[in-house]
């Protein structure tokens, strides 16, 4: 398949990484390739550079360069995390997480509940969003963290996590975001979130696959176990040498994303259109919170049409849904169940996602094309 044949609407998965970002990364493939760590004058220059890119990312964030630490992404972020702080606190075992939450949060949850953990599963309500009652009545003295995403992966809905981060200080916990889906969409500003970490990564943001960061508050450095140990670099909070290429591609991402998040405006009127036109289409509906939402998600529901044959149908035009194949069974999106969808809605409905490389007559084309593929399975089921 070529690529020029492809419409890409699966932004939420992975992004094309921006030209710019390539273009700041071959020179560090091609004639800077030193080693970061190495004592000569050609690793201190890299090194210099990789201290310009920390720069950038805590730019973006508004953090100290020394609370970031390079990782490989979000998922290698929230292990350290959650199985970093478990070891530091032996009064409280409690951390409260959502059912909603991505699997590199819920897996990791899993593994330390078999730990020995207690760990709470927050409900949702049909927005997408939790009730804060719900988690004032269970926090106290027991909890060490609360674990919330910032933007849902498959609905683009945003948590209220300064209100949660208000909550957990106020009961001694800490407050972890997951913010992969956040950071290049919305302003992400730890200061004014409070939080104590955050975890994303660089290709969700038209970055390079492969590496992230874990933003850890400088007060918790201290006490903070690493997962990798090693050559002790990164204050020994991370070892491995680094990853120079990714770190160099994150920070210019990070720089076009300081910019351009204020451009998502653009995206958003296509998202909007996109969503318009679709909703036209008898019985279809949202799902999510229509205004607390990121600008570029849209989550539909087709009732009584498969997303799966949908999809297939839709060929190179790439589109989600949030099904997952576990054993010889096919699951219906758990974020959606757990917002209250039947099964059947849940398997009938698609995730969008756009960037900004998004044109509007790839939307034109995406709305036509699935107005008649849907027109043409509905014939169907009245013959
Ligand atoms: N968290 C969220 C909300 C995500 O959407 C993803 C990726 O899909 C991850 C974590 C994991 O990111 P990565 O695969 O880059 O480690």
New binding site residues.
């Given amino acids: 398949m070529n690529s020029s044949d492809i419409m890409y609407f699966d932004n ?2 992975t992004t094309k990484v921006d030209d710019e970002v390539i273009d700041s990364m071959l020179p560090f493939f091609k004639d800077y390739y030193g080693n970061a760590s190495s004592s000569h004058k050609y690793g201190s220059n890299i090194k210099k550079e990789i201290e310009i890119s920390k720069q950038k990312v805590a730019d973006l964030i508004n953090s100290k360069t020394k609370e970031i630490i390079f990782t ?5 972020s ?1 292990n350290m995390v959650l199985k970093g702080i478990t070891k530091t606190n032996s009064k409280r075992n409690q951390i409260i997480t959502v059912s909603t ?2 699997s ?2 819920l897996d990791t949850c899993l593994f330390l509940e078999n730990q020995g953990i207690d760990i709470v599963y927050l409900p949702v309500k049909s927005s997408g969003i939790i009730d804060l009652e719900e988690l004032n009545k269970i926090i106290g003295l027991q909890t060490l963290m609360i674990c919330i ?1 910032l ?3 498959e609905t683009g809905v945003i948590q209220p996590i300064k209100e949660i981060t208000d909550l957990a200080h106020k009961h001694g916990a800490l407050m972890f975001t ?1 913010a ?2 956040a950071i290049g969409k919305i302003k992400v500003d730890v200061l004014s979130l409070d939080v104590d970490f955050m ?1 994303f ?1 660089a ?2 943001f038209h970055g390079p ?1 492969g590496i ?1 960061a874990l933003f850890l508050k400088e007060q918790l450095i201290k006490n903070f176990n690493s997962l990798i140990h090693g050559g002790g670099h990164q204050d020994g909070l991370r070892s491995g040498t680094l990853n120079v290429t990714g770190i160099i591609g994150l920070a210019k991402a990070c720089e076009i994303a300081k910019v351009q998040v204020e451009t998502s405006k653009q995206i958003e009127e296509l998202r909007n259109e996109l969503e318009n036109e679709l909703l036209k289409i008898d019985g279809t509906y949202i799902n999510g919170d229509i205004e607390k939402r990121i600008c570029n998600i849209s989550n539909i529901c087709f009732p009584s049409i498969d997303s799966d044959v949908l999809i297939n149908r839709l060929d190179t035009i790439c589109v989600s849904n949030g099904s997952a194949c576990t054993s010889a069974l096919i699951e219906p999106s758990y974020v959606l169940k757990a917002m209250g969808l039947s099964n059947e809605d849940a398997f009938s409905s698609l995730r969008f996602s756009l960037s900004k490389y998004t044109t509007k007559k790839e939307v034109t084309f995406l709305i036509e094309k699935l107005k008649q593929i849907i027109t043409y399975l509905t014939s169907l089921k009245h013959v």
């Fill in positions: 939420a998965s490989s992404g979000a998922t290698e929230i939450e991505h590199a949060v995403m933007v849902n992966n997951d992969t889906q975890a990564s290709h969700k696959k992230g």
